[in-house]
Every structure is written in C-alpha cells, then in structure tokens.
C-alpha cells in the first residue's frame, strides 16, 4: 500500500521552516497530516 510505505519513502525528502519545527511540529506529523487529506491511488 502507498501510504503504508509513504513515511518511510518521504521522510528524508521534507525539510521544515524552522518556525515550524519551534511550534512543535515534526517531519511525520506533517505528512501524516497531508496523506490523511489525500486519498490512495487505485488500480
């Protein structure tokens, strides 16, 4: 599945805005946020 493997795969490509990263925010939080919001490709 996409999104299992989606973490993994991205996490290494993400850098955060600084102000993000003082707000609390991390790499995964972020991208689980942004695969949450869009849906799994078909075949």
Known sequence: ???DIA???LRHRI???PEMEIE???VDTVLKAVL???DAPRI
């Open 1 to 3: 599945d996409v999104k």
């Open 7 to 9: 973490l993994a795969t």
């Open 15 to 17: 850098a955060l805005a």
């Open 24 to 26: 609390g925010h991390d």
């Open 36 to 38: 949450s919001k869009v």
